[in-house]
């Protein structure tokens, strides 16, 4: 299981971005007469999903015009890959090599639904060996997300949310070191029910 909560914020700097290390760009599949075009509203946010041009993207009851999270139209925004990590320490500092097989190269969408202020989309990643995901969206808070996504093979235990960003949007955290994770691929390592919370 990956969890992740989401507090949304949205910078303003003209920074250009480049990807650094692997990026992993997902096909995206859906049926969109069996998916139509529909907003969901959860309590303070909307979750909008557009089939004609399959974009997903996340609006905030107090400024509806303003997208706080999207994907990029037509491309998959999680994936997953079967991983196994060799982790080595010596006086405190910790040296990981992760090896990643199965790297999922397509997310498929096979329904998406709203129960109880829960938003769970249902399909299945495609690769060599295929597996069954669930994502499920639900608010924290009035202005936060939970985002928990899940696969039915456990030997998927590398998962991966993938959206657009502006271009001057910053991260920050992971540590008291200086990050610059604009356009980086950022591996959390978690210990026991594999949670990722940012």
């Not at 946010?45 to 974009?55: A, E, K, L, P, V």
């Not at 199965?102 to 060996?129: C, D, M, R, Y």
């Not at 657009?164 to 950022?186: I, R, Y």
């Amino acid at each position: 299981m990956l969890a992740i909560l989401i507090c949304i914020t949205l910078y303003g700097d003209k920074t250009n971005a480049r990807a650094v290390g692997t990026f992993y760009n997902f096909n995206l599949q859906f049926n969109a007469a069996q998916n139509p075009s529909n907003n969901f509203i959860l309590q303070n946010f909307t979750i909008h999903w557009n089939s004609s041009t399959g974009n997903l993207f996340i609006t905030h009851l107090n400024n509806p015009s303003k997208i706080l999270w999207q994907n990029l139209a037509g491309k998959g925004f999680c994936g997953a890959a079967q991983g196994n990590e060799t982790i080595t320490e010596s006086r405190g500092s910790f040296t990981i090599v992760d090896a990643k097989s199965n790297i999922t190269q397509t997310q498929t969408i096979e329904s998406i639904t709203l129960v109880n202020n829960q938003l769970t989309i249902k399909g299945q990643f495609l690769a060599a060996q295929n597996t069954n995901y669930t994502l499920s969206i639900y608010e924290e808070s009035s202005n936060q997300l939970h985002f928990d996504l899940q696969t039915e093979n456990i030997n998927f235990n590398r998962l991966y949310l993938s959206y657009a960003c502006e271009t001057g949007e910053q991260f920050f955290g992971f540590g008291e070191q200086p990050s610059h994770l604009k356009g980086k691929q950022s591996s959390c390592i978690s210990a026991g029910t594999r949670n990722w919370q940012r």
